[in-house]
Each structure stands twice: as C-alpha cells, then as structure tokens.
C-alpha cells in the first residue's frame, strides 16, 4: 500500500472527503506554507496569520463536501483563508474598505532607472510599501505576484469579474511603484 | 498605435492579453523607449517581491491537528443518534418539568385555584371592610359570601 505521501492532491482529497484525517493532515503539510506566507503579510502578524491558518484548514476540512474540483484546491483553500483574515481584520477593525474606483483611468507609474538594487534595504522599503497599501491592493499583489495566480484564479478567490481583476492588479503595482524608490 | 494605458502593459507583463491585442502591444513595445521602460519596472518589481523573505510556519501543522480532524471525521461518519434513546428523551423531559413548574408557580402568583383558597383565608381575618360595604375586589366578596 502507497504512502500518503506518494498519493497526488487528487487521491488524498477523495480519501480525506471520506473522513479520512491522515489524508487530509497530508493535504495540510503540502499547503500550510503558502496558506500561512499569504496571511502573514496580509494580517501583518504572525500570531493571527498561525491561527488563522489553523482556522482555514479546519474549516476547509468541514466543508471539504462543498470543494469542487473545477478550482484548484489551494485556489479554494486561498478563499478560505482570504475570508477568515478579512473577519478577523474586520472584527479588529485594522481595515479600512475604502471605494476603489476600478474605472478610474491607471496612472503611468515614472519609469525609474533599470537598476535593480536587490538589497536588504530595497526589500525592507519594499515590504513597507506593501504593507502601505490598501488590503485589497496587497491581497492581490501578493496572489498574483508571490502566490502565482491566473486572473481566472485570482476572480475565483476575491469575488470579482475578469475586468475588475485586470484594472486592480494594475492599480495595486501602480501603487507600490509609487511608494518604491527607484 | 499610441502607448497603451498602463492596464494593458500591466496585463501584457502577466501574458493575460488575448492573442490579438498581445501581438499589437508586442510590436509597440519594440519600438517605444517609455512601454520597454515601464514594462521592465513591473518585472524589476516581480523580482524584488519574489526575493521578499519568505516565512514559514516552522511545524508541521497537519501532524498537529490529525487528531482534531480525526475526531471530526468520526463524526463525519457516525450515524445519527437515534432520538428515542434516554439522550435523546432527557433534556425534553427535563424541558418539560422546567415548564410545568414554572407554570404552577406563575399560577400561584396570579390567584389561581391554590393562591386563591389561601387569599381568601386571609382576608376572612383581616378584612378592612366592614359587613355592609362596599366590595373593592368582586372575588374577596364571592368569597367570603360563601363562608360560614
């Protein structure tokens, strides 16, 4: 008999659909680093992101039923995860939800020089920078940017169309180009 | 062709353009200085967040919760309790005993047949008023018409 972990994603979810908790706690160890990445700099705190991804794996497990596999898994598990930290942003009251005007026309970000200053210091800047903008812009930078999401994806996780995915993304990189130092 | 707004380069840089519009901007872009500019800032700016440290959770997590979720999953699978088992009867009898009791002291309160008898018992010794006057409480009167 295979290990679980010579299983693919596939098999571990039809074995962890039927109750089966080794299967799914596999399915968790593959997941939880990027589960876990994305809420820590979303939440900007290591203790909510640690809870908040024990809570999205619980929760996934519980409602594994409603999961279906016209989206990929760790795209579902993304849609969790997003909900959970907006609740818990929400109920602390750390986000603000201001109106994006995803119609507005995106403005040109300056073209800097083509110097890529890849230091401890330009990624210190660009981590403040991030941490600077709107959640809505940060959550989708870091979807598209970090976690590798297709707009197709990226629709599917933050509820939006395909227009709105595509004037947002630019939106966000317009804003962290403005924050960045050249 | 005119530079594209920075959504279309933006979209471009993600290879999310159709094949059509892609080729269009694909041969702008060669020959303007401003797109090839602002087209290598969004990759400079994909490099830097790829390079952002990334941090990990440091345990594995799914080891940690096998046995919250295997206690989920056997609940998962258990039937259903059957509800005429004595868990099933006892919070209703219990519900229900709450509930008569609360009944019968509300009907002591309000005068019923039980408040009623002991009202009645009282007022035949303190009764203010007089034989001959005027009944205030049509009940204490009622009552008190039938005692010897």
């Known amino acids: 008999m295979r290990s679980l972990q010579e299983l693919d994603e ?10 089966d908790a080794a299967a799914f706690s596999e399915l968790v160890s593959r997941h939880q680093d990027r589960i876990y990445r994305f809420l820590v700099r979303l939440t900007r705190s290591l203790d909510d992101a640690r809870d908040l991804t024990q809570e999205t794996f619980l929760r996934a497990f519980e409602h594994l039923k409603g999961w279906r596999p016209e989206a990929r898994f760790s795209t579902w598990l993304f849609r969790i995860a997003r909900n ?24 040109d970000p300056a073209p800097g020089p083509d110097d890529v200053l890849n230091t401890a210091q330009r990624l210190r800047q660009l981590d403040a920078a991030l941490s600077r903008l709107p959640v809505e812009h940060r959550e989708i930078v870091l979807l598209r940017e970090i976690e590798g999401l297709s707009y197709e994806e990226l629709a599917d996780v933050l509820g939006l169309n395909l227009g709105t995915v595509k004037s947002r993304i630019a939106r966000a990189r317009t804003a962290l180009l403005g924050f960045t130092p050249p | 062709m005119n530079c594209p ?13 159709a094949p059509a519009a892609k080729e269009r ?9 401003g797109c090839q500019a602002q087209l290598q800032a969004l990759r400079d700016l994909q490099l830097q967040l790829h390079a952002l440290p990334q941090p990990h ?8 919760l096998r046995d ?3 206690t989920a999953g056997e609940r998962k699978r258990a039937p259903r309790a059957p509800t005429w088992g004595l868990s099933g009867w ?18 002591l309160l309000v005068g019923g047949s039980v408040a009623g008898t002991t009202q009645a018992g009282v007022v035949r010794v303190f009764d203010p008023v007089p034989p001959g006057g005027l009944c205030v409480a049509v009940e204490l009167c009622r009552a008190t018409k039938g005692m010897p």
Do not use: K, N
């Open chain 2, 5 to 17: 707004p920075f959504e279309e380069l933006s979209a471009y840089a993600d290879q999310m353009l």
């Open chain 2, 25 to 33: 901007l694909a041969s702008h872009v060669q020959a303007c200085v």
């Open chain 2, 68 to 70: 919250q979720l295997q």
């Open chain 1, 84 to 107: 959970q930290a907006f609740d818990l942003l929400r109920r602390h009251q750390t986000v603000e939800f201001v109106a994006l005007e995803e119609d507005a026309t995106v403005l």
């Open chain 2, 90 to 107: 006892l919070p209703a009898g219990l519900a229900a005993a709450a509930m008569a009791s609360g009944v019968w002291l509300g009907v």
């Open chain 2, 57 to 64: 959770l440091g345990f594995d997590l799914g080891a940690r």
């Open chain 1, 10 to 19: 596939s098999e571990c979810i039809a074995r962890a659909r039927r109750g």
